[in-house]
């Protein structure tokens, strides 16, 4: 009995994408598609994977916050950036889950005495040596477009080229008599515009940049000063008017902090606070205290069970610290 065969034209389906949940537990058994049978065996026997169940979900968050992955819906997609990522680093055993399998089973020959844990931590360091090495001597790439702009140096005043997250001369080498000038544009989840980073390059300063964000996730606002020999951008958190304030003690400079003003005088010690009960205080605010040794009404504090509440602040001389005074007529 003959049958006759039908040639039928289609397409293969793409494995589904990832949710979260699924990654997370690909992850877990990630050890289970290695393909050394012995490493496998172990890694299963063990339930070894990528990471532990208390730092896959952290190594996720990580991923996301870097903008490695994102979100579309439930579903998980790698982004451009985590892409070029992938094809840019030069060291293929980080980016396969056999380098965790060969260091488990080594970890395990240490546990049953076979191996020699000395010689396991100087082979770590060796492989670590190597790896920065090839990072190193890798061609430099740049995550993004290259895109000539109309900035220009303040090194060599040849035009500036805008990347993704950095700007750097056009004239950039490594080469040692090269112009080596380039600054980050992308800085606490802040993309600069081309007016900050001109202001930046003609007066080494911004204005004040609200929105930037802490690694705690905290929101907070800063002039960003710029050094235009190497490009290095640092946080100042004083404005002008600030800078003239002085420690009501000893008549030193107060210096600006994230969350206080310290005295420059470091024998003297004297700290006021920037923001106190979840409430930033306004430059007058700060200027009245200092100057005056206390605050007119303050509206907008809050307590630790998270009721607003007003009150004056002032500087208490005896242990010059900054209290409440809720008196009503204060």
């Known amino acids: 009995m003959q049958k ?17 949940a699924d990654l997370l537990a690909a992850m877990e058994l990630a050890g289970q598609n290695i393909e050394d049978e012995e490493i496998r065996t172990l890694m299963k026997m063990q339930k070894k994977g990528l990471g532990t169940d208390a730092t896959r979900a952290p190594i996720l968050k990580g991923l996301f916050d870097r903008h490695y992955l994102e979100r579309k819906g439930k579903t998980i997609f790698p982004t451009d950036k985590g892409m070029f990522l992938i094809d840019a680093l030069p060291v293929d055993a980080i980016k396969s889950a056999d380098m965790t399998g060969n260091w488990e089973m080594q970890l395990n020959s240490i546990a049953l005495g076979k191996e020699n844990p000395a010689q396991f931590v100087a082979d770590i360091s060796q492989t670590t040596r190597d790896w920065f090495a090839q990072v190193a001597g890798a061609p430099e790439q740049h995550f993004g477009t290259a895109v000539q702009s109309d900035l220009f140096c303040p ?19 490594k080469d040692e008599n090269a112009c080596h000038f380039h600054m980050q544009t992308y800085i ?15 007066k080494g300063r911004s204005g004040l940049i609200k929105g930037f964000k802490a ?31 002085q420690c009501p003690f000893c008549h030193s400079t107060m210096e600006k902090s994230r969350y206080s003003y310290i005295c420059a005088n470091t024998e003297c010690g004297f700290k006021a606070p920037a923001e106190i009960c979840k409430k930033c205080l306004t430059a007058a605010q700060i200027t009245a205290l200092l100057t005056k040794g206390r605050t007119g009404v303050i509206k907008g504090f809050k307590s630790k069970a998270g009721k607003p ?22």
């Open 188 to 202: 606490c989840g802040q993309r600069l515009n081309d007016d900050v980073i001109q202001m930046l390059l003609n």
């Open 4 to 20: 006759k065969a039908v040639l039928k034209e289609g397409e293969t389906e793409p494995p589904k994408r990832y949710t979260e």
């Open 155 to 173: 090194n060599c005043g040849k035009p500036l080229t805008r990347l993704a997250t950095v700007c750097k001369c056009s004239a950039y080498s």
């Open 215 to 245: 690694k705690t996730g905290k929101k907070f606002s800063a002039y960003l000063v710029l050094n235009r020999e190497n490009g290095e951008i640092t946080f100042d958190f004083t404005s002008e008017a600030e800078k003239k304030l």
């Open 309 to 330: 509440f007003s009150a004056v602040l002032y500087i208490d001389q005896t242990d010059r610290t900054v209290k409440f005074d809720f008196r009503k007529n204060a």
